[in-house]
């Protein structure tokens, strides 16, 4: 009995493998889905073009991207003809007893099906989007996307962004500096630096906890109240420095607080044994290493800040934001405010694309040494 039993064992075990799951209806299903996906954006661009027309607006960038976006449509099609036609050679192969063919192709046809519904679901969001932008008798577009009024006011908008820009490159060196200066206070060693290390600690504290709007407020409204003679003559974007430098070289300091301190402390030990004081091994061989590794959270917190001198506009410097509010005002339109989000979008994501850069050469050198 038992050793009938093991022999069954091991003919199921040496079995066969069953034919695999015939992918034809999910084929059929992604060439549908495609189908209705083409169709609904070439309406989508329809209804888009023939509103402007009543509208009497026109513009060949918007009638251009109209056009190749409905082409581009087509391409959904692609991967669910591919998904078809794999499907058809898995069903060849099934029949002619071919397994494996049979389950390559099937596998093929099934990654050609989730490739179409993955973009279209995709496209389906961006279509959505438009919907929304042209509900309501265009109720959306006209007040956020109304092109005359952007068109019209984009070089003053512009003008005035530089002024975010200038903020920012200036706040981004002071930060450098001022973050690492702190940070190498909070590291001071034994009992006589434990008060330095003290306000280090609180003034990291405290202005990681202060929202940067209230740093703003106090530093660009209440240092000229002061009436001392330097800073009452300061300009205001040197004060929305000199805030955008007391909030942001807070987080930085803990950046390179962490940096220096996952160096190893063989590595300062080492320094410490030829002859360096504690400032020299941190300048000459711990913070090189350190600085390496800190590289993308730097830059996160850069692009942070790039956003947040936005802020500047509470203590009335005529930044982008500003200035788009003016015209909005004027106008009745808060189409020039989506023209800065654009142009803050524009310098933000390359950013945020290097970081992911630096982030991955980092992984890759990480395993390679591993």
Known sequence: MAVGIQEGARDQRWRAPSLPRDPTALSAVALVVAVIIVAATWWVAATIRAIMAEEQVSSTLVDGALLVCSIASLLLLLPA???LRSSRRAWTARFASDIVAARVESAAARTWCWFTFG?????VIILLIALFIIANDVAVGRTFFYLPLMRDSFWLVLRAFWVNVYIAIIS?????????VVAMARLLPGRPGQPIRMMATAYTDIFRGLPAIITLYLVGFGLPLTGMPIVRDLPLPALAIIALTLTYGAYVAEVYRSGIESIHWSQTAAARSLGLSFLQSLRFVVVPQAVRRIVPPLL???IGLQKDTALVAIIGVIDAFNQAKIIASNHFNLSPVTTVGVLF???????????????EREKRRTQAGG
Do not use: C, S
Request: a negative charge; charged letters at 15%.
């Open 81 to 83: 003809f591919a998904g």
């Open 172 to 180: 981004e060196v002071l930060v450098l500096v001022w973050g690492l």
């Open 345 to 359: 979008v524009l310098v933000t994501i390359p950013q945020a694309r290097f970081v992911d850069r630096l982030l």
């Open 300 to 302: 996160n917190d850069f």
């Open 119 to 123: 973009y279209a679901a995709t496209v």
